[in-house]
């Protein structure tokens, strides 16, 4: 059985800074690509940045620039940087990744931003 697990998110102002990290641990074989989705109230949920296994990365128009996707293979952990935050980052966080060929969602991780 797989798991994804995320740590990290809060609150914080606008401007600021905050740092999510999402570790999958089971049974792995290969993790093809991880990524965080975010849903903000009233919202769909939306891709905001992937990493392949290649290192590979894409963002979401609105957050280039200011958020960092990684990995770290040997820990099956994914993480997002995020800087100089806006009140519209606001939303639950959740880590999506593809593992031999499933995807795998985690609990999701508040992220609140105020103006």
């Known amino acids: 059985q797989v798991q994804l697990v995320e740590s990290g998110g809060g609150s914080v102002q606008a401007g600021g800074s905050l740092r999510v990290s999402c570790a999958a641990s089971?049974?792995?074989?290969?993790?093809?690509?991880m990524a965080w989705y975010r849903q903000a109230p009233g919202k769909q949920r939306e891709l905001v940045a992937r990493?392949?296994?290649?290192?590979?990365?894409n963002y979401v128009d609105s957050v280039k620039g200011r958020f960092t996707i990684s990995s770290d293979n040997v820990k099956n952990t994914v993480y997002l940087q995020m800087n100089s935050l806006k009140p519209e980052d606001t939303g639950v966080y959740y880590c999506?990744?593809?593992?031999?060929?499933?995807?795998?969602w985690g609990q999701g991780t508040q992220v609140t931003v105020s103006s």
């Open positions: 999506c990744a593809v593992i031999d060929g499933r995807r795998y």
């Open positions: 089971g049974r792995i074989f290969g993790i093809n690509t």
């Open positions: 990493i392949t296994s290649g290192g590979s990365t």
